[in-house]
């Protein structure tokens, strides 16, 4: 991240109203083409990365508008059979990816099965199968999905194989081209039970090699805690056929949370994030590890401590103060930087529940209380030392919505990181811009006043080209889309 503040304005541009889908209330910008760009809607939340098979009752309904923001066509995605289910969709170079699976009950196999969308939401071409697996059941708390490579010339097919009886696991790798021609096929193990290990990222390379991270804990109980757990990097380099399987530990140090990168310009996995001092899980300093891709070397975890200054910085945190170090912090990204270090990108949210009995109507009521506070950035150089640190205040608070309009959007460009978020979850909000350039230094601006009665919908928006987000958003109570050019 290099460059200075903008001397010039933003563009912004709003679509005509969009017709509101009672059917299909969750949307979610996926990708485009050349032309225009996809929004995939559903009847229950996009908001997590990979609920994606879901449950039996999740449908999904496909739309494609112009760059100007003009709907071109839509339609309903309908599964090939009644007993396919949708694994994932993706908008793959261009292109709209669905891929499903069924069950053969006689030889109790899984079959998965790839093909593209053109028009009106139609089928292209046969299905074309690409793997199969004998097991009784599919993790459900892991579905199987693609992951694209950064320039979208390949994609991996990935899920996770458990046994019956949850002993030995291991997780199938399938890369395969646009035009769906296998490139490889490789089972990475896990030398541990399948409830002991939990994957958290995945990343696939610029040269095809594949990673998960992931914790493992030490026993049955799943307890995230200093002695009880760590983090581990599973991985098949394709060039070499080779496995990897490493720990990522630090002596005396509990790493809380950690993310997964590929630095493909220098050829390097990075995996980084916060670690803590004491027992308990909070967050006192952040750490880097770098791995060459090539040479798969083991290199040491680098560390550093937050500043006090910095810690105070993040005192509009309620539940941070008077800790002296940081709570609720989960980390969003990385950053790459050009020399191989990194930026960490994080936001704090925790999430309350109350349940009472209504007299009125006889039955125990619970509601969900959802708090997203201030977003880190935190820039590492290659040696594991903070290049500089800011915070971008911000406070957000709402009642069973899953959070709909809280956190906030991330647009990187021309060396400047933009966060784009609602001030409050009520309709009499504005809506902030907040800018981080390359040396850290911040300054948050008013986009929408409350005036205007803009609400962004945050999560569903998306950066489409180096300059371009496309952002849904309510405007006097009513639905666009708008287009921010930076």
Known sequence: MIGAFPGFGREIKWSPTLPENPKFPYLKIIGGDDEGFFVLRSNISLDTDRDRAGLRSRKYFLQYFSMEMA??????????????????????????????????????????YAQYLGTGAAYIGTPVLIDTVA?????????????????ESQFVFTY???????????????????????????????????????????????????YILGIEFLTDKKVKAPGESYYR??????????????????????????????????????????YSDKTNYTTSGVFYYGLEEDALATTRVLTAPFSQEFV????????????????????????LRNDGGAVIVAESFYQTTRTYWDFYMQASVTHYYYHFGNILLISMDPAGSISWSNVVQKDQNSIDDSGYYSSYCSVVSNGMQYSLFNKYIDDDSSVLLSIVDGKGAQRTETLFNEVERVA???????????????????????LYFVRITF
């Open 456 to 478: 962004i919908i945050p999560r569903s928006g998306k950066q489409v080209d180096e300059e371009t987000l496309l952002l849904p958003a309510y405007r006097q109570n009513k």
């Open 312 to 335: 105070r910085k993040t005192s509009g945190d309620r539940r941070d103060r008077g800790s002296g170090e940081l709570v609720n912090y989960s980390i969003d990204r990385i950053i």
């Open 233 to 274: 990097l599973l991985g098949y380099q394709h060039s070499g056929d080779r496995l990897v399987n490493q720990e990522i530990k630090v002596q005396d140090r509990f790493l809380t949370d950690v993310s997964l990168a590929a630095d493909n310009r220098n050829n390097r996995i990075v995996v980084a994030g916060f």
């Open 71 to 112: 709907l071109r066509w839509e339609g309903e995605l309908n599964a090939q059979s009644d007993d396919t289910r949708f694994a994932d969709i993706k908008v793959v170079n261009g292109r709209v990816l669905v891929v499903s699976y069924g069950q053969d009950k006689s030889t109790r196999q899984f079959r998965f």
């Open 160 to 210: 996770r194989k458990v046994p019956s009886d949850g002993s030995r696991q291991s997780f199938e790798a399938v890369l395969l081209d646009t035009a769906l021609s296998l490139l490889y096929r490789k089972e990475i193990p896990v030398d541990t039970e399948q409830p002991r290990f939990s994957p958290l990222r995945y990343v696939l390379t610029e040269r095809g090699n594949f």
């Open 135 to 151: 097991v009784s059941r599919l993790d459900e708390d892991n579905k199987p999905g693609i992951l694209l490579n950064r320039d």
